[in-house]
């Protein structure tokens, strides 16, 4: 119950079944929860399939549509916690994210003193394989964007590689977190850096899918670019801090 692996489905059939027996291959005990927003392409039903093959390792929450990738992952995170998993992870179904790249982020939390450890593609050693230019501009110039916007220390705020101990999770007010697309990663990592956490940033490989649809969208990339401004004007006027803050919520 130390460490697990969050991946929201939306019709991902063609690469579930791959990355969870992938995942559970590398013998490193890992635990995944595929939380999946009612595919209709029958990827839940690949899952528990799945669950009979890897009793008490793989877990499935089904969800009755597209509730955004933000609502999916607080789903997650409030999961882990009730079970206390010490080390919950962000990654996506389309190997994406290498799973081998785990282990690297749980040890730069577990062993190196991280909170919040960032898969990223823009810092050093770093890459991004098989996207077209214009994907890779509207990545790099969005994390860019918000990094000029929200002075946060981070090279890739939109990362969705991403482990987080279970105390930066239990700090957060997940009721404040207003995003549920492209700027809900940023705002996680926005919101961490302002309860003060410490954040690494371990280079990766991103690699673009090679099954299944992007779900990128221009409602996505429309919400980052006004929601990272959101959160600046909410941090220097409207006291950010307290309101994400777990402890300033109940109190």
């Given at each position: 119950m130390e460490k697990l692996v969050i991946i929201p489905t939306y019709n991902e059939k063609e690469n579930i079944e791959a990355i969870v027996r992938y995942v559970f291959s590398m013998n490193l005990n890992y635990h995944i929860l595929v939380i999946d927003d009612g595919s209709p392409d029958g990827t839940a039903l690949i899952v528990k399939s799945l669950m009979q093959v890897f009793p008490d390792k793989l877990f499935l929450e089904q969800r009755?549509?597209?509730?955004?990738?933000?609502?999916?992952?607080?789903?997650?995170?409030?999961?882990?916690?009730?079970?206390?998993?010490?080390?919950?992870?962000?990654?996506?179904?389309?190997?994406?994210?290498?799973p081998d790249d785990l282990e690297r982020l749980y040890k730069a939390c577990k062993d190196d003193g991280a909170d919040v450890a960032i898969g990223s593609r823009y810092v050093k050693g770093g890459a991004i394989q098989?996207?077209?230019?214009?994907?890779?501009?509207?990545?790099?110039?969005?994390?860019?964007?918000?990094?000029?916007?929200?002075?946060?220390?981070?090279?890739?705020?939109?990362?969705?590689?991403?482990?987080?101990?279970?105390?930066?999770?239990?700090?957060?007010?997940?009721?404040?977190?207003?995003f549920v697309g492209y700027a809900f990663q940023v705002e996680m990592k926005f919101a961490s850096w302002k309860l003060g956490f410490k954040i690494t940033e371990v280079p990766i490989t991103f690699k673009d899918r090679t099954f299944g649809a992007s779900k990128m969208s221009k409602g996505i990339i429309k919400e980052g670019i006004v929601g990272v401004l959101k959160l600046q004007w909410h941090s220097l006027f409207k006291n950010y801090k307290a309101s994400v803050s777990m402890e300033a919520s109940v109190k």
């Open positions: 009755s549509g597209k509730l955004g990738l933000g609502t999916a992952y607080i789903h997650g995170f409030k999961w882990a916690m009730e079970r206390g998993y010490q080390f919950i992870f962000e990654m996506d179904a389309d190997f994406s994210h290498n098989n996207w077209p230019l214009d994907r890779r501009i509207y990545s790099k110039g969005g994390a860019l964007y918000t990094r000029l916007i929200t002075w946060m220390p981070v090279g890739d705020p939109t990362a969705g590689f991403v482990c987080y101990r279970n105390e930066v999770l239990s700090s957060i007010n997940f009721d404040a977190i207003k």
